[in-house]
C-alpha cells in the first residue's frame, strides 16, 4: 500500500493512502495487534528501511479486517494536511533532457544514450519544495514565463555509491510525483554585458525560485513495481491536458540514473532524484502559467499531485 505524512490537529503522522483518505498508521497497527514503533517519517518505513517488515505485517493484518472496522479507521482527505513524503532530503536533484521527444520540441536534438550522459542538476529543498495543495507561487522578479513538467521522482532507501545499474533499483525505497517548475524567462540586470555562460545560469537559475518543486501526494513503495518505466504520467493546466507519455519514453531509465549519479556522489537515505520530464511543456507551446491556474499531476498507481497557482 502507498504510504503518506500528514498534518492532522498540529501533529504529523503517517498512514497508508488510499486517494479520497488516509488510514493512520498507528490506528491500523493497534486495530491489527501488530507492534509498530512511533514515527512521522516515511524512510524506515519503506523497503530498505528499519520497520519495512513491521509494516508490510501491519497491511497484511489490515487487508484482514471487516470493511466496517477499516471504514471506522479512515480519515477523509479533507480532514488533513498533506505533507511532502520526505521533510528534509539531503538532496534534491532532477535530470535535465531525460526524454527524446521534450528535447526535440525545444528545438534540440536527442543523442543516444551510449552517446551521452545524464544533465543532473540540483534544487534547495527547503525552500522549492512544496506540499500537495500549496500553490506555486508566480515570482514577480519574473512572472511571465514560468513552465510545468511532471516527473517521476526516486526517493533513496539507503546509502548507495558506486552501484551497478543491474543493482540500482535495490536501493529505492520508493516513487513520488514531482513537478519541476520552471521560469523559462529569468533574466537578471537586463542591461548586463553578455558572458557565454549567461544563459546556462539563466536557465538554472530560474529553476530555484520559492515553492518550484511541489512533491507527493504519497511514494508507492518500490517493491509494489519491479519496472519503473511502466508508469504513466499526465498533466493538467485547468483541466486541460498538456503532457500524456510513459516513463519508457526516458532516455536513461531509472537504474541508469541512480547507478549514474552514485559513481560520484553518495547517495543517503531520504535523497529525492526527480527523472526528467516528457514531452507538452508550456514552452513548446507558447503557454504559460498564470494566477488563477490548478496543476494536476498525476502518475498511474502513485496518485494526483495538486496545486493551485497564485
Not at 165 to 187: K, M, P, Q
Not at 227 to 235: F, I, K, V
Not at 288 to 293: A, C, N, Q, V, Y
Amino acid at each position: 500500500m502507498r504510504l503518506c505524512r500528514y498534518q492532522r490537529d498540529d501533529q504529523i503522522e503517517v498512514g497508508f493512502y488510499e486517494d479520497d483518505h488516509v488510514v493512520p498508521l498507528a490506528v491500523a497497527s493497534h486495530l491489527t495487534g501488530v507492534d509498530l514503533p512511533t514515527t512521522n517519517e516515511l524512510i524506515s518505513l519503506l523497503p530498505n528501511g528499519a520497520h519495512q517488515k513491521t509494516v508490510a505485517a501491519v497491511e497484511k493484518g489490515w487487508n484482514q479486517l471487516s470493511a466496517d472496522e477499516q471504514q471506522k479507521a479512515r480519515v477523509a482527505i479533507d480532514q488533513v494536511k498533506l505533507l511532502t513524503p520526505v521533510a528534509n532530503p539531503n538532496k534534491l536533484l532532477l535530470l535535465a533532457g531525460n526524454y527524446a521527444k521534450h528535447i526535440e520540441e525545444g528545438g534540440g536534438h536527442a543523442e543516444e544514450r551510449n552517446k551521452t550522459f545524464p544533465y543532473v542538476f540540483m534544487k534547495p529543498p527547503g525552500t522549492t519544495m512544496t506540499h500537495p495543495g500549496d500553490p506555486v507561487k508566480i515570482p514577480a522578479v519574473s512572472p511571465d514565463r514560468i513552465d510545468w513538467e511532471i516527473e517521476l521522482a526516486v526517493i533513496i532507501g539507503r546509502e548507495c555509491k558506486g552501484v551497478a545499474e543491474a543493482d540500482a533499483l535495490d536501493y529505492v525505497a520508493g516513487y513520488t510525483v514531482v513537478n519541476d517548475i520552471s521560469d523559462r524567462g529569468f533574466r537578471p540586470n537586463p542591461g548586463r554585458n553578455e558572458r557565454n555562460k549567461d544563459s546556462f545560469f539563466d536557465w538554472l537559475h530560474g529553476k530555484w525560485h520559492d515553492t518550484f518543486c511541489p512533491m507527493g501526494p504519497c511514494v508507492l513503495p518500490a517493491n509494489e513495481i519491479p519496472d519503473p518505466q511502466q508508469l504513466h504520467l499526465e498533466l493538467k493546466v485547468s483541466g486541460n491536458v498538456e503532457q500524456n507519455a510513459q516513463a519508457s519514453g526516458m532516455i536513461f531509465p531509472v537504474k541508469a540514473i541512480v547507478a549514474f549519479i552514485s559513481s560520484f556522489v553518495t547517495l543517503l537515505p531520504g535523497d529525492v532524484i526527480a527523472t526528467g520530464t516528457p514531452a507538452g511543456v508550456g514552452s513548446g507551446k507558447g503557454k504559460f502559467l498564470k494566477s488563477g491556474d490548478v496543476l494536476e499531476a498525476k502518475i498511474d498507481r502513485i496518485g494526483l499531485l495538486r496545486n493551485p497557482v497564485e
